[in-house]
């Protein structure tokens, strides 16, 4: 949000010279996310995202990382995209002349 409607009071309607809490809205939109399921980033966390995909497409795929992996943030990867065996071949085949292209 604009920083100036944290600063400058509402100038009119039935809030006018009212200003927006900071704090109060942090705090606000810190619950909102918990309850919607959304990370503090406001994307959805991967138990929501699972949710989502297998709703959307009827299809998702849980990979949990090793925890002693370098980094922050979650540790699970939701894959909901389903590949035809073409589309598959299509990408290995990409990923291998790239690599044959390097040698």
């Given amino acids: 949000m ?6 400058e009071p509402i100038d009119e309607g039935p809030f006018q010279g009212e200003l927006i809490d900071r704090n ?21 966390g991967a138990e929501r995202h699972e949710r989502l995909a297998r709703t959307v497409t009827g299809f998702s795929v849980r990979v949990e990382l090793p925890h002693d992996l370098p980094g922050e943030g979650e540790r699970i990867v939701v894959v909901d995209e389903v590949l035809t065996t073409s589309q598959a071949f ?4 990409a990923v291998a002349i790239r690599n044959w292209s390097t040698l």
Avoid at 2 to 7: I, L, N
Avoid at 26 to 43: M, W
Avoid at 90 to 93: G, I, L, P, Q, Y
Wanted: net charge positive; no cysteine; aromatic share 16%.
């Fill in 24 to 44: 109060e809205f942090e705090a606000l939109k810190k619950r909102y996310y918990h309850v919607a399921g959304l990370t503090e980033h406001g994307i959805p």
């Fill in 90 to 93: 299509v990408k290995r085949s």
């Fill in 2 to 7: 604009p920083q100036r409607w944290f600063d």
